[in-house]
C-alpha cells in the first residue's frame, strides 16, 4: 500500500479510478511565479495574485453552481494549491463538493519549503481520494520521468472530467497549463478560462482597490452560461 509522503494519506493507483466524468472538474493553472503585476508596478503583484485567486474562486463557485460537485487538482503549488483551498472552504461550509488530488510522482514535493509541505499535508487530508499517475517509488523527474511525467497526470485529470477550469495565460505556450488546455480542447472537454488580460480590465475598472475587485469579481455572469 503506498502512502503520501507529506500526508500519510493512501495513494490509489490511476487505473483505480472509481469516480464518473459527470460533474467533474478539473482545474488547471500557472503557478504564482508567472503572474506579472498590474501595470508592471512591483508594488501591485500582491493586489494581482490576489485578484487572480478571487478570479480563480469565482470560476469553481461558478461550475458548482452549474452543479458540477467533484474537483480534481494537481497539488502543485499556485493555482493548483489557491483551488484546493477554496474547494476545501466550500466543503467546511456545507457545500456538497469533493475534492481529488492528483500528484505527478512521490516525491514531486520534493523541492518545497516547510510551509508548503505543511499545506500540501492539509490539502491531502482534505481529499476524498488521492491518486499518483506514475506510483512507482522510483519515478521521479530527473529519472528519465521529464516532463511525460507532468503530462500524464494533466491528461489523467483532463481524461477523468468533463470540464476544465482555470488560470491561462495564452502567451505561455510552453507550460503545463496550455498542454492541459489543449489536449482538454482535443478531447472535447469544456474549457472555461481566464488570463491575466481579464483580471486587468478589472483593475482599470476598479483601481487598484482589492474591496473594489472583489466586488466587481463576484457580480461576473456565470461563465458556464456563454456559448463558448
Request: proline share 6%; glycine share 8%; charged share 20%.
Amino acid at each position: 500500500m503506498l502512502t503520501s509522503l507529506d500526508s500519510g494519506v493512501v495513494i490509489i493507483p490511476p487505473e483505480n479510478v472509481d469516480f464518473p466524468t459527470e460533474n467533474t472538474v478539473c482545474i488547471t493553472g500557472h503557478r504564482e511565479k508567472h503572474i506579472t503585476p498590474y501595470q508592471s508596478r512591483p508594488e501591485f503583484l500582491r493586489l494581482t495574485v490576489t485578484a487572480v485567486r478571487l478570479m480563480l474562486a469565482k470560476y469553481i463557485d461558478m461550475a458548482a453552481e452549474k452543479g458540477y460537485t467533484r474537483f480534481i487538482s494537481g497539488l502543485a503549488t499556485g493555482t493548483d494549491t489557491w483551488a484546493a483551498i477554496h474547494v476545501i472552504k466550500m466543503k467546511s461550509a456545507g457545500q456538497p463538493v469533493e475534492l481529488i488530488g492528483a500528484m505527478p510522482f512521490l516525491r514531486h514535493s520534493s523541492a518545497l519549503t516547510p510551509a508548503q509541505h505543511e499545506e500540501l499535508s492539509k490539502i491531502e487530508r482534505c481529499c476524498k481520494q488521492l491518486y499518483c499517475t506514475a506510483p512507482d517509488p522510483a519515478s521521479s523527474y530527473d529519472r528519465g520521468g521529464g516532463q511525460n511525467i507532468y503530462r500524464t497526470r494533466n491528461y489523467f485529470m483532463v481524461d477523468h472530467a468533463s470540464v476544465v477550469v482555470g488560470f491561462y495565460e495564452p502567451k505561455i505556450s510552453r507550460s503545463g497549463t496550455a498542454q492541459t488546455v489543449n489536449y482538454a480542447n482535443r478531447r472535447g472537454r469544456t474549457v472555461r478560462t481566464f488570463g491575466l488580460s481579464d483580471v486587468f480590465r478589472i483593475m482599470d475598472t476598479t483601481g487598484p482597490d482589492i474591496d473594489l475587485i472583489a466586488r466587481h469579481i463576484r457580480g461576473l455572469d456565470n461563465v458556464f452560461d456563454m456559448p463558448f
